[in-house]
């Protein structure tokens, strides 16, 4: 499926009694990402793509990384959230904060979008979070407020709290956040060589419809596919399922990726647009985490390197295939990645 038009259509009709985050939607055309791109370069220049000869080495063929670890906030969703908060701005011209739920990251590029637009922003967080991440998102100035054991509980609370406070809500998965991300797929595209297949991580889903935006933009034929962690397989089950499927999130290492519940709508244009989704253990995820270190000495998180853990998983298909890997981000906790490298034994090559 090709689109090329926003539709913000109410769908909520279709799937009872789930959380739904956004309206239909349809992937942005080239004229709209490009757009996007104009807005996020006001306050970020574009990140880099390299291709690593040890990480060539390690999957045995052409490997071009996607360093979104490089951006302001440390990870992708600063692009998203710029995007996201830049209409809201102009389609409500009198709002004066929004509310997100969050892991981390999203937070921390609402949280800075908000800080650069003038905007009050309300992170919610569940209990136990990331102090660092915490951290961080307090830094650009947010009102952190914790609540709820995992990711769902956070989010309903936090859209209870938009409507107290007659905040607008940002979603975890909108148009525009699909938008956003899709500028870091065009820069990757359009500064390495023609590329065979892209790997993603899947956390609600914003990045990987971006990256199918952006190659269903330029007309390419390259493979888009998506990571999950094997311990929060709800993407990975609907995707066999072809339908919503809740499924416990219990990773501990890729926080990033811990989705009970998918968004319906991302779901349909992963459907469309996604060649298959790949499950990776937390040793794997850990495994990569390590791989970035030690051939690029980049920090990854898990969820960030998930990526490069389905593309490992995946090594005996990529022969003479020349293969793309987003690194979503490099927030890792101290304590987390310590544990992570301790456990380095070896190279990891295997």
Same mark, same amino acid.
């Given at each position: 499926m090709r689109n090329s038009a926003l539709n913000y259509s109410d769908s909520s009709a279709r799937l009872p009694g789930l959380v739904q985050y956004a309206g239909a939607m349809t992937l942005p055309a080239?004229?709209?990402?490009?757009?996007?791109?104009?807005?996020?370069?006001?306050?970020?220049?574009?990140?880099?793509?390299?291709?690593?000869?040890?990480?060539?080495?390690?999957?045995?063929?052409?490997?071009?990384?996607?360093?979104?670890?490089?951006?302001?906030v440390g990870a992708f969703k600063l692009r998203g959230a710029l995007v996201?908060?830049?209409?809201?701005?102009?389609?409500?011209?009198?709002?004066?904060?929004?509310?997100?739920?969050?892991?981390?990251?999203?937070?921390?590029?609402?949280?800075?979008?908000?800080?650069?637009?003038?905007?009050?922003?309300?992170?919610?967080?569940?209990?136990?979070?990331?102090?660092?991440?915490?951290?961080?998102?307090?830094?650009?100035?947010?009102?952190?407020?914790?609540?709820?054991?995992?990711?769902?509980?956070?989010?309903?609370?936090?859209?209870?709290?938009a409507m107290e406070r007659s905040y607008a809500m940002v979603d975890s998965f909108h148009e525009r956040l699909v938008?956003?991300?899709?500028?870091f797929a065009?820069?990757?595209?359009?500064?390495?060589?023609?590329?065979?297949?892209?790997y993603v991580p899947v956390g609600l889903g914003s990045s990987i419809c971006g990256v199918s935006a952006a190659r269903n933009a330029l007309g390419l034929h390259t493979q888009v596919?998506?990571?999950?962690?094997? $311990? @929060?397989? #709800?993407?990975?089950?609907?995707?066999?399922?072809?339908? =919503?499927?809740? /499924?416990?999130?219990?990773?501990?290492?890729?926080d990033g990726l811990a989705c009970r519940i998918p968004n319906s709508q991302a779901l349909e244009s992963i459907l469309s647009n996604v060649a298959r989704i790949v499950e990776v253990s937390e040793a794997e995820i850990a495994a990569a985490m390590r791989a970035y270190y030690q051939d690029t000495h980049n920090l990854a998180e898990g969820a960030a390197a998930a990526a490069l853990a389905?593309?490992?998983?995946?090594?005996?298909?990529? $022969? @003479?295939? #020349?293969?793309?890997?987003?690194?979503?981000?490099?927030? =890792?906790?101290? /304590?987390?990645?310590a544990d992570v490298l301790a456990r380095c034994c070896g190279n990891d090559e295997d």
């Open positions: 080239l004229a709209q990402i490009q757009d996007a791109q104009s807005i996020v370069y006001r306050y970020m220049p574009p990140t880099p793509q390299y291709s690593w000869p040890l990480i060539n080495q390690r999957l045995g063929t052409e490997t071009w990384i996607k360093h979104e670890n490089h951006t302001p996201y908060l830049h209409w809201l701005k102009q389609t409500q011209p009198q709002l004066s904060g929004v509310v997100a739920a969050t892991r981390g990251n999203h937070g921390q590029g609402v949280g800075m979008a908000a800080r650069l637009l003038g905007l009050k922003a309300v992170i919610v967080v569940p209990y136990g979070n990331s102090r660092e991440k915490n951290r961080a998102m307090l830094a650009q100035s947010v009102e952190l407020v914790e609540h709820g054991q995992d990711f769902q509980e956070s989010l309903e609370f936090a859209q209870t709290l938008m956003g991300t899709a500028t065009l820069e990757l595209f359009k500064g390495a060589p023609p590329l065979d297949a892209v596919i998506g990571v999950v962690a094997a $311990e @929060s397989p #709800s993407y990975a089950l609907s995707f066999k399922e072809r339908t =919503v499927i809740e /499924a416990p999130s219990r990773t501990l290492i890729a389905g593309a490992l998983k995946e090594k005996s298909v990529h $022969e @003479s295939n #020349s293969v793309g890997i987003v690194l979503t981000g490099g927030n =890792v906790d101290a /304590a987390v990645y």
